[in-house]
């Protein structure tokens, strides 16, 4: 059975302190009877929500091959680990010997390309949103917008307007 383990240690813990928590894992699975399949450090990232005050966290991913046995004992170790603000265990039907999507959407080529060549288009962005006075673009406001805000208020009072009736329909018949 294969099992896969991510946890997430406290930000305040350095990368060299995360290894070492992780290499204690490893050890303890091992004398469990238990192999470590895979292990992923995917960085520093940020939570999803805040925890315990954070809103980052060192992941790391730790695939393992074995009985329950070994996997009850890197849960208990994880558990007394004060440095660790969450874990999940899952059950996988499959190993697979490629890298984590997240780890190969960091590593691929396409995506270092995709980074390098945003940075100069933001920094050009950036450059002529103030190189461009204000002036211009109070001048350049469209038309568009200028008709749909003075229709606003005249739809408003349309809506009023047809209320009223209605209301005052209603009670003639009554």
């Given at each position: 059975m294969y099992y896969e383990t991510i946890f997430i240690v406290n930000p305040d813990v350095s990368q060299e302190n995360t290894e070492s928590i992780t290499d204690n894992f490893v050890e303890r699975v091992e004398k469990a009877g238990g192999r470590i399949v895979k292990r992923e450090y995917w960085g520093s990232?940020?939570?999803?929500?805040?925890i315990t005050k954070r809103k980052r966290g060192h992941y790391?991913?730790?695939?393992t091959d074995?009985?329950?046995?070994?996997?009850?004992?890197?849960e208990q170790a994880i558990r007394l680990e004060e440095r660790i603000m969450r874990f999940l265990t899952t059950r996988l039907t499959e190993l697979s010997d490629e890298p984590s999507p997240l780890i190969r959407r960091r590593s691929t080529p396409a995506a270092q390309?995709?980074?390098a060549d945003e940075a100069?288009?933001?920094?050009e962005a950036k450059a002529e949103a103030t190189e461009a006075p204000a002036v211009?673009?109070?001048e350049a406001e469209p038309a568009e917008t200028v008709a749909k805000a003075t229709k606003a208020p005249a739809a408003k009072k349309a809506k009023a307007k047809a209320k009223s009736a209605e209301t005052s329909g209603e009670e003639a018949s009554s």
């Open positions: 990232r940020p939570l999803a929500y805040s790391v991913m730790l695939v074995g009985e329950p046995q070994a996997v009850e004992t890197l390309e995709e980074k100069p288009a933001a920094e211009e673009e109070a």
